[in-house]
T-cell receptor, first 112, second 109 residues
Framework: EAQVTQNPRYLITVTGKKLTVTCSQNMNHEYMSWYRQDPGLGLRQIYYSMNVEVTDKGDVPEGYKVSRKEKRNFPLILESPSPNQTSLYFC???????????FGPGTRLTVT | AQRVTQPEKLLSVFKGAPVELKCNYSYSGSPELFWYVQYSRQRLQLLLRHISRESIKGFTADLNKGETSFHLKKPFAQEEDSAMYYCALTPKGYNKLIFGAGTRLAVHP
């Protein structure tokens, strides 16, 4: 089944403890992206990647890192999480030049 | 600045009533506009895009460049339409999606 998967789906952590949220797609998409969803703000792009080893900042990149070593994977790294990063995170992917993005199920992160 | 505005956080209607979810955008060029939907406990998915001018699940949306709007309409709402709806814009030539804050549609029996 063609899909985008994220792990973990739920995570509660403490301030400053490094964490990684994984994202994987099996559709051979070139483009991958991370969004965070907050009440009243919709989804905002954190980082995106046009292809392997090509990443760039989105609208809210502060406090996050990403890497794209393989086409299928696009992990989101929080080196030192803070409470203001408590949010619902979505990974998405698409073919280059395609406007339809396929979304993962979301990861709910709570930082205390 | 590129921005998408959905003025209603919640739209509550009865089954069979017409529905219009409003979306206004700010973009200097020719945007690509979309509606995404998120049903309860499901992932976000594309509902329709202006470029295809299609009707999906009875929903349509017309791009009005003069009013910079892309409102989503359905003549007769169904209970299964209850969901969160997001209007989104893609700047031409980019894969990036700029989302509005979303409107929750609640259709009551």
């Amino acid at each position: 089944e063609a899909q985008v998967t994220q792990n973990p789906r739920y995570l509660i952590t403490v301030t400053g403890k490094k964490l990684t949220v994984t994202c994987s797609q099996n559709m051979n998409h070139e483009y991958m992206s991370w969004y965070r969803q907050d009440p009243g703000l919709g989804l905002r792009q954190i980082y995106y990647s046009m292809n392997v080893e090509v990443t760039d900042k989105g609208d809210v990149p502060e406090g996050y890192k990403v890497s794209r070593k393989e086409k299928r994977n696009f992990p989101l790294i929080l080196e030192s999480p803070s409470p203001n990063q408590t949010s619902l995170y979505f990974c998405a992917s698409s073919w280059q030049g395609s406007y339809e993005q396929y979304f993962g199920p979301g990861t709910r992160l709570t930082v205390t | 600045a590129q921005r998408v505005t959905q003025p209603e956080k919640l739209l509550s209607v009865f089954k069979g009533a017409p529905v219009e979810l409003k979306c206004n955008y700010s973009y200097s060029g020719s945007p690509e506009l979309f509606w995404y939907v998120q049903y309860s406990r499901q992932r976000l998915q594309l509902l329709l895009r202006h470029i295809s001018r299609e009707s999906i699940k009875g929903f349509t949306a017309d791009l009005n460049k003069g009013e910079t709007s892309f409102h989503l309409k359905k003549p007769f709402a169904q209970e299964e339409d209850s969901a969160m709806y997001y209007c989104a814009l893609t700047p031409k030539g980019y894969n990036k999606l700029i989302f509005g804050a979303g409107t929750r549609l609640a259709v009551h029996p």
